[in-house]
């Protein structure tokens, strides 16, 4: 029985990396459109960290960041973060929206819709991905969107991770066009039953 990501074998966890792998292409793919220009993605890095490590993956607890939160409700239930740095924020939001990327850290209001469109359309292909393998039917929120530094964007999952032990599922995507390539963060935290239902869904 999984009560948690840290009772995952070695086999669950090549499964949760390799889900995580397609719905990135599929999040990138998505965002592709959504700029309409060709976005290029180097595989993503899936993996398990001990929650304390996933802000100096990011580059320490004190860089700013945004940080895009949905909850997940149906078969499966939980949250999904997007994370990106502030820069790398700018820089996409920026190229949306017709202006030079290097520009100012500041967001608009209409920036700041902007990014969560983004957010939403990232994290919802990727949960479409995971639907489609899964055969669970998923629901996400409506996104909340934070600025802050990465150690207080990521106190909010803690709370959650703190229910099923002390280690993050955290799947890294670098992508980018002729411009400039940004890395991007996913962090999903399924429920403890969640796991459970995922896993089980793939005859695991």
Do not use: C, W
Not at 35 to 43: A, Q, T
Not at 60 to 78: F, Q, Y
Request: charged content about 20%.
């Amino acid at each position: 029985m999984v009560t948690g990501i840290d009772d995952l074998s070695n086999m669950h966890l090549d499964v949760l990396k390799e889900i995580g792998n397609i719905g990135a292409g599929n999040a990138i793919t998505a965002l592709s459109k959504l700029l309409n220009r060709k976005v290029d993605m180097e595989v993503p890095k899936v993996k398990i960290l001990e929650f304390h490590e996933v802000s100096e993956t990011l580059g320490g607890a004190e860089i700013p960041v945004v940080g895009i939160m949905l909850k997940v409700t149906g078969d499966l239930t939980g949250n999904i973060t997007f994370i990106l740095r502030q820069k790398d924020a700018a820089t996409r939001v920026h190229m949306l929206m017709g202006k030079p990327p290097e520009t100012d850290l500041e967001f608009s209001e209409l920036e700041i819709s902007a990014l969560k469109e983004i957010g939403n359309i990232l994290t919802g292909s990727y949960l479409s991905a995971l639907s489609g393998l899964t055969n669970l039917k998923m629901m996400p929120s409506i996104p909340d969107l934070a600025i802050d530094m990465a150690g207080a964007i990521l106190s909010v999952p803690a709370i959650e991770f703190g229910k099923i032990g002390d280690k993050a599922l955290l799947i890294e995507s670098e992508f980018g066009d002729e411009i400039k390539a940004v890395n991007g963060y996913f962090i999903l935290i399924p429920t403890i039953e969640s796991y459970s239902a995922i896993l089980s869904s793939l005859g695991l």
